[in-house]
């Protein structure tokens, strides 16, 4: 199995390419389509999900790829990587335990080369508890304007305004107004949405349905854009509980990172997707990472995340601008080298087998 061949260059050769190697293994995918849009191309677009292994085990590893829609090359080159992988699928049989590919957690977000939802909604800022009042967000509204100007390239004023802003806060804590995720701007970068997304009532559906009744669960929600190119980081994805921080250290090593602690390179942020594991699965073991690739530097990916979110704003943009800016968001979130792919694979390879052993271990 050669893992570089993997990875694909559209969703559409993505959702094809997991579908076969999940019937190569005899298994069957269960289509969850959104309804009412298309892909960038007009396919249909769907979350696709395959469980291999005993359908009734105590232990279940949840794999999930493109909660950030065009992150999703990167999982999704992964977990078809892993199928077709005959040391991870013997691993698995041999542990007893289960494991639920969700394939295009964001499917929109991947074929039109966005990170946010079809609404321009930011999933691992949604699956927050919407009976709650929204967490107010003054260090986001204070840059909002500058970091969308009527006017693309953005004005040397405004970049000197932001640069000022940046100085004056400090890096970590302008990283954390921008990123935390923000509840009052809809057309904004990193915008959680006022109720459940589509992609959060499907995961939810998806979950119930695989998860409820496990006693173990582990999960790997594969991410892309964040820390040194081709390192992936293990960043703890739960909540701040001390035994599931613990427990994913003992899992996947003592240099699990946490925005709980400060220690992970991703700033705090609220309503991540793993959250939905607390729900659907009470009373569960939990250990659960977002595995964070690094593609290119920190300022890169934000500059690329800003002229997405300004061509979307302004669909009649020139041709050759809109060109410009899709290939510059998928050189931020998409590394189409082989020594990446190859990279990437190994790590998360590494990752899946730690989880099998320990749910096996467990079992046991
Ligand atoms: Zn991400």
Known sequence: ??????????????????????????????????????????????????HLGLPDASGLLVLTSGTHGIEGYCGSGCQVALLRDPVFVDAVRRARIGVLFVHAVNPHGFSHGRRVNEDNVDLNRNFRDFSQPAPPCPGYAEIHPLLLPPTWPPPEDGERRLAELQAARGERAFQAALTGGQYAFADGLFYGGLRPAWSNLTLRAVLRRHAATRERLGWIDFHTGLGPRGHGERIHAGRDLPGDLARARVWWGRDVTSF???????????????????????????????????????????????????L?????????QRTAIRRQMRAAFYDEADDWKLKVYMQAR????EAVTHLAAEYA
């Open 260 to 310: 709980h602690d400060g220690s992970s390179t991703s700033a705090p942020v609220s309503g991540i997707v793993t959250h939905a594991a607390y729900d659907a699965c009470r009373g569960l073991e939990l250990a659960m990472i977002a595995l964070e690739y690094g593609t290119v530097p920190l300022p890169e990916a934000f500059a690329a995340l800003r002229a997405d979110h300004w």
């Open 350 to 353: 590494k990752a899946a087998l």
């Open 1 to 50: 199995m050669n893992p570089i061949a993997q990875f694909s260059r559209t969703y559409a050769e993505a959702r094809a390419k997991f579908q076969s190697a999940v019937r190569a293994q005899e298994l069957s995918v269960e289509a969850h389509g959104l309804p009412d849009r298309h892909g960038i191309d007009g396919e249909p677009l769907a979350m696709d999900v395959a």
């Open 312 to 320: 979307h704003l302004h669909p009649t943009a020139p041709d050759a």
